[in-house]
């Protein structure tokens, strides 16, 4: 073989790693691709790859890759059903979280959409909805639905358009506003592939029996295949399969989340784990004595991003770095005292409508529920007080703010000791 052709195939090889590489990214970052529209190029990676990243998946995670001619789906399930800090969100310029409202709307347009013809007006879905809701199994849970008020038509526009995002509904004429002050219609096209891969549970949900939530979204994640857990083989894969999860999805896997075992798998396999989904992904781990993260270099495969730009952004950053110089928790209202000092400081840079007075409660809620989203933080209750606190979580670290020092006035002892601590 020539040089040439040696070179030839190292070319080759690194052509396909950065291929299959861009498509796994594409699919953590949205887990339904369609074959037109703005996934398109990602699709056809998906697509042209789908073998290896299949394997891939179903090793390391659990998670099933779904592709044809019109979708690629990973049916993701998540490494804890217990964190509810990345909802579902509205899509467009508003970006509010789905309430239990919106989320209970959504599952009742997915069954009617399952029954309906390829096209379908929002009138008539919306019409279609409140004959479900008045199911006498819901209508015991307190959740009622006339769509008659502007809110809860504003919250079904909500879930529409959520629907339009993912491609199940195609808008073919017709304004949801128009909807919402109730004066027009809109028409959609139902695609139905889209529809049939939207679900991305183990079991079908007409399947879970547990009597209670938390035992309901275990039977809807979990894998039947594992449920015996009788041999080592089969628990080591679980574990790796959650473990995985977690660091694919979580901003930082802390170890005082694990249990015994999960802890002594990781201590065991995370060289392997880390490697491989640094090898898939490119992101890089950054091991602590606390956890790990995966760190994105890129900075896409996140839904939330800190720093950024904005008055909201700034807030969150200063409060950030206030945060991880506190040695506990910190009652949510001295954090809006402190933004009220920051206001005088920083204002003359924040929107208008920031400085206005009582608009840091506002601005400590935004800032918060992104710190935690990121776990740079935990909400809490005072026991003694009972008001609500927030306190540092160890990776909220990195934004603490020390005194400078100079490396001219440092000796190699007290710069190695001070590099030593900053790498914790």
């Known amino acids: 073989m020539s040089p040439a052709d040696t070179a030839l195939g190292v070319r080759n090889r690194e052509q396909r790693d950065s291929e299959v ?18 996934t398109a190029d990602e699709f056809r990676l998906v697509r042209q790859h789908a073998r290896d990243l299949r394997e891939w998946f179903d090793r390391n995670t659990g998670w099933a890759l779904h592709v044809d001619a019109e979708v690629a789906r990973l049916r993701k399930s998540p490494g804890s ?15 509010s979280a789905f309430t ?11 069954a009617v959409l399952e029954r309906s013809e390829a096209q379908i007006a929002l009138g008539r879905l919306a019409s279609q909805i409140v004959l479900e809701a008045a199911e006498p199994s819901l209508a015991r849970t307190g959740i009622a639905f006339t769509l ?17 995002r993912t491609g199940l509904l195609v808008r073919v004429a017709g304004d949801e506003e128009d909807y919402v002050r109730a004066t027009g219609d809109v028409l959609y096209d139902v695609r139905r592939r889209v529809l049939a ?12 029996t ?26 080591n894969r679980a574990l790796r399969h959650l473990l ?17 075992a999960e802890t002594a798998y990781l201590t065991s396999q995370r060289a392997a784990i880390t490697r491989r989904i640094t090898e898939l992904t490119g992101l890089v781990p950054e091991v602590r004595r606390e956890g790990i993260a995966m760190v994105d270099p890129e900075d896409d495969l996140t839904d939330v991003r800190m720093p950024e730009k904005g008055t909201h952004g700034h807030v969150t950053l200063l409060l950030a770095e206030h945060l991880a110089g506190q040695a506990g928790p910190v009652a949510v209202a001295a954090l809006e005292a402190r933004v009220r000092e920051l206001a005088g400081e920083y204002g003359k840079y924040w929107a208008k409508t920031a400085r206005d007075p009582g608009a840091e409660g506002e601005l400590v809620a935004r800032a918060v529920e992104k710190l935690e989203a990121l776990a740079l933080a935990a909400t809490g209750t005072d026991p003694a007080t009972g008001e609500r606190t927030v306190a540092p979580l160890p990776a909220l670290a990195r934004y603490a703010v020390g005194t400078p020092v100079m490396a001219a006035d440092e000796g190699p002892r007290q710069r190695n000791r001070r590099r030593r601590r900053q790498a914790g």
């Open 21 to 38: 590489r861009r498509a796994a990214r594409a699919l953590l970052r949205e887990p339904l691709l369609l074959a037109d529209g703005p």
């Open 81 to 95: 059903t217990a964190d509810p800090t990345h909802p579902a969100r509205e899509a467009g310029g508003a970006r």
């Open 100 to 110: 239990r409202r919106r989320y209970v709307l959504f599952c009742l347009a997915l």
């Open 148 to 164: 008659e008020e502007r809110g809860e038509r504003t919250d079904l526009v909500a879930v529409v358009r959520l629907l339009v």
């Open 197 to 208: 891969g939207l679900l991305s549970g183990r079991v079908g949900p007409s399947m879970a």
């Open 210 to 235: 547990a009597g209670d939530l938390d035992g309901r979204l275990s039977e809807l994640t979990s894998d039947p295949a594992l449920a015996a857990m009788d041999s080592d083989d089969l628990r």
């Open 244 to 260: 995985t999860r977690r660091l694919l999805d979580d901003p930082v896997l802390y170890h005082d989340t694990l249990t015994e």
